[in-house]
């Protein structure tokens, strides 16, 4: 697909009021495309959706929450409604937690796979029939933990690793129909989703956030991300770090798991280190 085949195609996104979900929702808009923005931050979704109109793009906001299907059924209706066709879904909508399973509650986990999974679930449910019509895209934000453990996170990567699951399937059911399905697995972006993070309680996390190998900004992410669902990519490992996970946690991985923990267990100082 050129980048120029975006201009005036529909793209709803989730997640879209900051972070990797407004840089994607600018790039698309920076392609022509139109925006069907949902999020479950009203305020700074309209004020996104105000940004990118004022810059000369079509854009709808769409607040609500995607762990309600009956949002997800009204976000695909109205934009069907404001654009008239739907081009592509961009699942990017995620929380995380930060705490070790022994001392998190089991609804925290819960709540996490209700966002990235289900969350996702539905709205892809929603948005498919139209997305196959046009023989468009549907993308899902994923992650390192999507693919390979990480220490804290037993919620979290879980729900990641649902979605390759489900949206590998997917693509076997579509891919014959046009529909390209794409899975991006970043390392860390500069977004809010680690001061966000759940602790095991469900209240905020009260440790920082360690990481490793950097932060990407959300703009670089997401022209990787425009690009990889432009070739119809089925897998995006868009940072250096994501990729050495990728062939570190296939070629070694109890050495990978171990320098995973020293990189990153800090966070829980008993389990940081493996016995000599």
């Known amino acids: 697909m050129n980048p120029l085949e975006m201009r005036g195609k529909v793209v709803l996104i989730s997640g879209a009021a900051g972070g990797l979900g407004a840089a994607l929702c600018q790039r698309y808009a920076a392609a022509g495309s139109c925006i069907a923005a949902t999020d479950l931050d009203a305020a700074r979704l309209d ?50 937690h930060r705490s070790l399973l022994r001392s998190t509650q089991p609804e925290v986990i ?30 899902a934000i994923s992650s390192v933990a999507g693919f390979s453990p990480l220490i804290g996170r037993t919620g979290y990567a879980a729900s990641k ?82 990729r050495l996970a990728w062939w570190f946690s296939r070629l070694a991985p109890n050495w990978y798991a171990r320098t995973m923990k020293r990189r990153v267990g800090a966070e829980f100082e008993d389990v940081s280190h493996d016995p000599d």
């Open 161 to 242: 690793h649902a979605l390759h699951g489900f949206f590998d399937s997917l693509r076997s059911e579509v891919e014959a129909h046009g529909v390209s399905v794409t899975l991006v697995c970043p390392s860390f972006i500069r977004t809010g989703i680690g001061s966000a993070a759940l602790g095991g309680s469900g209240t905020p996390a009260s440790s920082a956030r360690l990481t490793t190998g950097g932060e990407s900004s959300p703009q670089d992410i997401a022209e990787r991300i425009f690009v990889a669902i432009a070739q119809r990519r089925r897998l995006l490992l868009p940072d250096r770090t994501s």
């Open 47 to 96: 004020a996104l959706v105000a940004e990118l109109q004022q810059c000369g793009a079509q854009a709808l906001a769409l607040p609500g929450n995607i762990t309600d299907a009956t949002h997800c059924q009204a976000a695909v209706a109205a934009t069907l409604a404001r654009f008239g066709a739907l081009d592509g879904l961009i699942n990017n909508a995620g929380i995380s």
């Open 110 to 139: 819960r709540s996490v796979m209700d966002v990235n999974f289900f969350g996702a679930l539905q709205l892809t449910h929603a948005a498919l029939p139209h997305i196959t019509e046009r023989s468009g895209f549907i993308a």
